[in-house]
């Protein structure tokens, strides 16, 4: 029997409120189970894996040394780390900024799992005796020095031949060590804020970087080496004495980001405009009165940083009309 249209109507309304009622119960049960789930340390990313407890006291990270594998020992105003801390042997992040350390025990080399380790703002920590320590832990791949105001960098530093990232913001330093160049698998180096003149010719040498940042330095030049870092993506050298923008930028094709705000550049080269790669361009607080034309064929720019500069508003927004596609600030 067929039943009539209205019927048949309010019977498929009943059965799809129905269903939907059961998904939306289900759904809630999932995730409360998953909220639950979440909060004991384990993540339904389809992968299984679990998300870290994070220990904030050395005793119940020893005490649970198998479960260890983040230590945030931050602002505990330590002198020191006990040895037992060796028993930590699945520990791979090791935060000790804003601390009163001055050396690492022998035990720390033990730590063969840690892959990154944060000492800064420890001001009287023997960076030395800690390079020779750390040089045994193989997969070391960050390190963090930063606000510890050294003004020499130890040889030492050479030996950590598995460092990736090499963090020296707010210290003192005025140059760097040779041996520096033999991080033959560093990709990031941050000197932020130091008292570099030039620079180093030794990070001119590890043709492994992808990103250098000397913000705050007192650099009046970029060397025609530094085109030797062809892997180069990103460039900060703000806030420092540039007068000029050599021609070896224009032929770092792999730069993404670059940032030369707030020094004193009068002029943007036609060669900067070849760097078809680039995504990102700061050129605020300068001295820069004209636009080269060939600027419109950046055409994969996103994001370009004018403020602060003697140009006319005309022609910035001549340029805006050539690079549609592109946030420019001025």
């Not at 409360?32 to 340390?41: D, F, N, P």
Request: aromatic share 6%.
């Amino acid at each position: 029997m067929i039943l009539p249209l209205k019927k048949l109507f309010t019977f498929t309304m009943t059965l799809v409120c129905l269903i939907m009622r059961k998904v939306y119960k289900i759904i809630v049960i999932f995730l409360l189970i998953h909220h639950a789930l979440m909060a004991q340390g384990i993540n339904l990313d389809g992968s299984g894996s679990e998300v870290p407890k994070e220990f904030r006291q050395v005793a119940e990270a020893i005490d649970h040394a198998n479960e260890a594998i983040r230590l945030n020992l931050e602002s505990k105003e330590l002198t020191s780390l006990p040895p037992g801390i060796s028993k930590l042997k699945y520990l791979r992040y090791l935060n000790l900024w804003n601390n009163q350390l001055i050396i690492l025990p022998f035990e720390i080399s033990k730590l063969k799992k840690l892959e990154e380790i944060n000492i800064g703002d420890n001001p009287t920590f023997n960076i030395k005796d800690a390079c020779v320590k750390l040089s045994h832990i193989n997969g070391l791949k960050k390190l963090s020095l930063g606000w510890n105001f050294y003004s020499v960098l130890p040889s030492e530093i050479g030996k950590l031949k598995s460092l990736e990232h090499l963090d020296l913001t707010s210290n003192s330093l005025y140059e760097l060590p040779e041996e520096i160049s033999q991080l033959a698998n560093l990709t990031s180096i941050i000197l932020w804020k130091n008292h570099l003149s030039e620079i180093p010719k030794s990070i001119i040498k590890i043709n492994t970087l992808t990103r250098i940042n000397f913000n705050e330095n007192n650099l009046s030049s970029i060397p025609e080496a530094l085109e030797c870092v062809n892997n180069l993506e990103y460039l900060l050298l703000s806030d420092n004495k540039i007068s000029i923008l050599p021609m070896v930028l224009g032929n770092m094709g792999n730069l993404k980001v670059l940032d030369v705000s707030n020094n004193k550049i009068e002029t943007i080269p036609e060669h900067l405009c070849n760097l078809q790669e680039l995504k990102v361009l700061v050129l605020s607080g300068n001295l820069i009165s004209k636009l080269p034309e060939k600027m419109t064929q950046l055409t994969g720019l996103k994001k370009l940083v004018l403020t602060a500069n003697p140009l006319s508003e005309t022609e910035v927004n001549s340029l805006r009309l050539a690079l549609p596609n592109c946030e420019i600030i001025f």
